[in-house]
């Protein structure tokens, strides 16, 4: 068989934070580099993809998405329009199925950009992708075929868990729980970081404890076959210095704040759709 169908080619539009990520991913995953193309505007995030994943980068949209079985767009949701545009009249008619992953846009809006009938899957990816440990939420129009779906699957699954939705809607939840979800995490880590420097360790002790503590406690709860709930009363001895804590967490309403965090991730995700991507 040829590398073609084995390797399609794939290019990135973007290579910032999300596309550099899946990038990594796929190139560490063993997809050939010289399958994967590039393009962004920044020399030196072209040099680095060059020199880190020895991939074809271009500073020329077209010239990175040329014979490409698969264009991921990897912009930012405010220029992803103006990104589309000048890429319709080649992308019109061709077998290639464009993979977006800015937060927001629905499917329509990029049919609509690229003329319409175009295959279009909307992927929520993270950048844990990056080293294998991403998790992505996927959804294709009626306009993509299964192979087209089973590449879409490749490319994502090569940074890690992939999720297929058949309602588009949840994309933008997808968003709130792992697209946004590692701030969240990293967050909590710097907080704390933060205190254990409060209560008397030193910022590189603070700092060692706090990231041991986030990856014990995640990949424990990976590879646990009882939940986080158990997890936790596990570790909260009755009458112990664990409850006194949860309890501080649980009186600020820690849970609560979660919840209003993801729906305000939600709720922008689906302002971004009605400012950006709407008919005029
Ligand atoms: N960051 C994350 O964790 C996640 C991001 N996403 C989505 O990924 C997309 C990219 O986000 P992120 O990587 O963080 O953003 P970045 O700004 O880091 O990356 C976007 C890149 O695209 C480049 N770019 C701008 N205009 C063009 C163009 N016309 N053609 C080609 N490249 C262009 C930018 O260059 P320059 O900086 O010079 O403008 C930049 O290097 C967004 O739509 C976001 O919603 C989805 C999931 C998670
Ligand atoms: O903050 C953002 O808008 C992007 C989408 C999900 C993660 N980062």
Not at 250 to 261: C, K, P, R, T, V
Request: hydrophobic share 45%; glycine share 10%.
């Amino acid at each position: 068989m040829s590398d073609q169908t084995n390797h399609p080619r794939i290019a990135f539009i973007g290579c910032g934070n999300m596309g550099a990520s899946l990038i990594g991913g796929l190139v560490t995953s063993g997809y050939p580099a010289n399958r994967i193309t590039a393009a962004d505007p920044d020399p030196e995030k072209r040099t680095v993809m060059v020199n880190r994943h020895g991939i074809a980068a271009y500073d020329d949209n077209a010239t990175a998405c040329a014979g490409a079985a698969a264009v991921v767009l990897a912009v930012k949701p405010q220029v992803l329009r103006e990104t589309l545009q000048p890429l319709a009249a080649r992308l019109r008619g061709s077998d290639t199925v464009i993979i977006s992953v800015a937060a927001g846009i629905d499917s329509a809006a990029i049919d609509r950009w690229l003329g319409g009938n175009a295959a279009v899957v909307r992927a929520m990816p993270n950048t844990p992708a990056l080293i294998g440990a991403g998790a992505t939420g996927l959804f294709a129009n009626d306009q993509v075929s299964s192979r087209q779906k089973q590449l879409a699957d490749t490319i994502m699954q090569a940074g890690g868990l992939t999720l297929w939705l058949t309602d588009e809607s949840l994309i933008d939840a997808v968003t709130a729980i792992s697209g946004s979800g590692p701030a969240y995490f990293f967050f909590f880590i710097e907080a704390l970081e933060h205190a254990g420097i409060e209560l008397g360790l030193t910022a590189e002790q603070a700092r060692q404890l706090a990231l041991q503590t986030a990856f014990g406690a995640a990949r424990m709860a990976h590879e646990s076959d009882v939940d986080a709930a158990a997890l936790r009363e596990r570790v909260t001895s009755p009458g112990g210095t664990t409850e006194q804590a949860l309890k501080q967490l649980s009186d600020g309403g820690l849970e609560n704040l979660i919840q209003q965090a993801a729906t305000a991730a939600r709720d922008r995700a689906r302002e971004l759709a009605a400012t950006l991507g709407g008919e005029s």
